[in-house]
């Protein structure tokens, strides 16, 4: 089963993984793949209520993390790609959830492309990104958003 694995920073993260795996091998896996720590992760799984993975021995599958149980339907198809163009013409990519709101979003950018919020403006579809959520403004996998930055003056 695939399980998406969200970082503090707002990435995302695909990892396969057996039901029968313990929450220690996981935490290997994460090392492995996203040069994490192993003692620096805390695992916390999201299924309507928030559930710490504390014990390393325990299978995912004691805490409800099965194919058809734990798992969300097709969470892990939500995260789409989409990208970023800048004032310069150079483009990130970014995985997103279509539900993750403008506000997230340009926090990401903020801290990703070193632009402050409060210079930004997010255009798609020639509108302005303001508040809302992304899907709001019909953002979908491998769209374009235009980064522009706000002129000064007075």
Do not use: W
């Amino acid at each position: 089963m695939d399980l998406t694995i969200s970082l503090m920073n707002g990435s995302s993260h695909i990892l396969s993984v057996r039901p029968h795996h313990t929450v220690g091998s996981l935490k290997i896996l994460i090392q492995q793949n996203l040069g994490i720590a192993c003692e620096s992760q805390k695992l916390v799984f999201e299924n309507g209520r928030s559930i710490t993975l504390n014990n390393d021995s325990a299978t995912l599958e004691s805490y409800g993390l099965c194919r058809g149980q734990g798992e969300p339907a097709g969470d892990h198809t939500a995260i789409i790609q989409v990208f970023l163009k800048n004032e310069n013409g150079v483009s990130s990519t970014y995985d997103i959830k279509p539900d993750e709101t403008v506000s997230h979003f340009k926090s990401r950018v903020e801290e990703r492309e070193r632009v402050p919020v409060s210079q930004q403006r997010l255009i798609h579809e020639s509108r302005e990104m303001n508040e809302g959520k992304l899907s709001d403004y019909n953002v979908r996998a491998h769209s374009t958003i235009f980064q522009t930055l706000r002129l000064r003056g007075g």
